[in-house]
């Protein structure tokens, strides 16, 4: 029995999922606790490609549960999309997907709120995805405008939480923004609707948790985005609005620290990042363009190019400092595989003195310079190797230099996107 987090240790798109499916084959209960649709969580699995939003990953094994905390933002359409998209490649959610009453709802006025302040603050633009994830967590911390999975379920409250709402946030978009307002009518009936579709999954999915870990269950939490992108402790303001951090799984899912045994942060072999915000490892030439080009990044959410950049190990620190990480997940060594060199930030320097840790002022980020170590690549293929003793032996010089690094061991390191394109390490 054990209970895991798998998160992000750096800006999201790690290769949590990948990770979390190799490591959901010893589990019984997958756990999404915090973010939404913002996420883009990509799994191979049986010749398939699945791309979750909001289901944990850990739904394409058929004899496991999942569990969406009160910590998650949930988009009931995003959400129903996915179970159609599941139940058309033969997988079926029914009686093991739980979705907390405490689960905050994204609503269509959090989206229409979230895209028009986006284009007006133009240059200051978060560059979000776009779900509704701010305005959600916003409402959520405001209190009395949040409207939670439970509220679906009341005919009185909801309608009322709904008419409250539009009154306000129509104002805002036409006051504010000269847009249009939203319908009320068609929103009531459409969410009533959709509670009714919500009623079979919703559980104290704290109970179920607590209950499962007495029981002796093995349990899961998926983590999204990353370290870096979280609210507290991130390159705020170009964060996410929820704990990306360990912390996270505990608030975004009812169950207490003493309970976790391990917490494994995956971080990709370079770095990547989506939006706006400071990357100090940030390759804007050719290197940059190559390493997009050999690893496809593009986001799964929104289809953008992702920014490439060298791996940055103050970033890995900070992610193993505040996450208290037992151990890293190294992803996506084999894009690699072709570099003649490859360079890894050791630390960074200013004003000619060395910074160890990220700092969270960006314009004293923004005087940092990157220093970095070269290293040669290994220039041949790792994806059909299987053991840590059969890498080339200067993709473990790179492999070793970030444990040293790190001062944390690697328990993972995957070289494909496949399930079986994994190595354990002891
Ligand atoms: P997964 O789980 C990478 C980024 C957005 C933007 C910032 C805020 O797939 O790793 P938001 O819509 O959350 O308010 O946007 O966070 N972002 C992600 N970047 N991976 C993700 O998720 C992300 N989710 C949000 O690009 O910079
Ligand atoms: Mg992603």
Known sequence: MSVRIVLGAQWGDEGKAKIVDYLTADSDVVVRYQGGANAGHTIKADGLEFVFHLIPAGIVHSDKT??????????????????????????????????????????????????????????????????????????????????????????????????TNLREKNE?????????????VPMIEQYMALGERLAPFITDTSVYLNEAIDAGKSVLFEGSQGTLLDIDHGSYPYVTSSNTTAGGACTGSGIGPTKIDEVIGVVKAYTTRVGNGPFPTELTGEMGDRIRDIGQEYGATTGRPRRCGWLDLVIVRMAVRINGLSSIAV????????????????????????????????????????????????????????????LPEKARNYLDRITELAKTPISIVSVGPDRDETIPVD
């Open 331 to 390: 992803t996506r060594l084999d894009i690699l595989d072709e570099l003649e060199e490859l360079k890894i930030c050791t630390h960074y320097l200013r004003d000619g003195k060395r910074v160890e840790h990220f700092p969270s002022d960006l314009k004293v980020l923004s005087e940092c310079e990157p220093v970095y170590e070269t290293l040669p690549g290994w220039q041949t293929p790792t994806d059909h190797i299987r053991t840590y003793a059969d």
């Open 172 to 184: 805002i978009l036409q006051k504010i923004y000269g847009q249009e307002g939203l319908d009320e």
């Open 66 to 163: 999942c569990v969406i905390g009160n910590g998650v933002v949930l988009d009931p359409d995003a959400l129903f999309e996915e179970i159609e998209d599941l139940e058309s490649k033969g997988i079926s959610v029914e009686g093991r997907l739980f979705i907390s009453p405490n689960t905050h709802l994204v609503m269509p006025y959090h989206k229409r709120l979230e895209q028009a302040n986006e284009e007006k603050i133009g240059d200051a633009a978060i560059g979000t995805t776009l779900r509704g994830i701010g305005p959600t967590y916003q409402d959520k911390i405001n209190r009395s405008t949040g409207i939670r999975v439970g509220d679906l379920l009341d005919a009185e409250i909801l309608p009322k939480k709904i008419r």
